[in-house]
């Protein structure tokens, strides 16, 4: 593994984070500096979100969610977890080993950090597509911080749906699950040396308003 070009990009980002910040920063605190990006983003994301949606979304909650919004955001994510520490045990990269959030005993750091580009794409808008279609009845979806039984249905349904939706992605045509799976092992060349650029992933058709 190419070691040095990591280094290379990690040099970079301590630079443009020094510039977001103001201020000097070490390596090892540079995480820190993404995850508070990250989450005033969230933030600003879900603020939006209540303006658009007929549903109160109050902000980005994760465990304790008890709006149906972040009950589906949950439930969807963690079906794109499972799939991207599939893909990571196929391709051979080790789903532990991160590079942005911290390595911790039994935590999946590589699919944390992986799942970023793949939230909007493929749970994000099926989420979205739902609580548009059933803005007058959050209640038949979930309840108390939990989804239905009607509500799982109809989510797995629309979440599978779409990672199983036949795409052109990189001049072929494949299903959406296939191109996360290329793009795992893109990575995975990238890593290695064997490609000098990481292109991140991108759906070109993911509108809500279709589900």
């Not at 520490?85 to 999946?108: I, K, M, N, S």
């Not at 009845?137 to 797995?156: D, M, R």
């Amino acid at each position: 593994m190419k070691f040095s070009c990591i280094a290379s990009h990690m040099t970079r980002a301590v630079g443009i984070a020094e510039r977001f910040c103001g201020k000097n920063i070490t390596l090892p605190s540079l995480s820190h500096v993404f995850i508070d990006a990250e989450g005033n983003t969230i933030t600003v994301t879900a603020t939006n979100l209540e303006h658009a949606l007929v549903w109160r979304v109050p902000g980005r909650v994760t465990r304790s969610a008890k709006d149906t919004f972040n009950v589906m955001l949950n439930y969807g994510y963690g079906i794109l977890y499972n799939e991207l520490e599939r893909c990571c045990l196929y391709t051979g990269l080790d789903p532990y080993t991160g590079f942005y959030h911290a390595d911790r005993y039994g935590q999946v750091s590589l699919v944390f950090d992986m799942i970023e580009e793949f939230r909007v794409p493929l749970v994000d808008v099926v989420a979205v597509g739902l609580a548009i279609k059933y803005a007058n009845l959050p209640k038949k979806l979930a309840s108390q911080g939990l989804l239905l039984k009607e509500g799982k249905k109809i989510l797995v349904t629309h979440i599978y749906s779409r990672l199983n939706k036949r795409i052109i992605w990189h001049g072929q045509r494949m299903r959406v699950r296939t191109a996360v799976k290329n793009q795992v092992q893109h990575l995975a060349r990238y890593l290695t040396g064997e490609e000098r650029e990481y292109i991140p992933f991108r759906l070109e058709d993911y509108h809500p308003w279709r589900y």
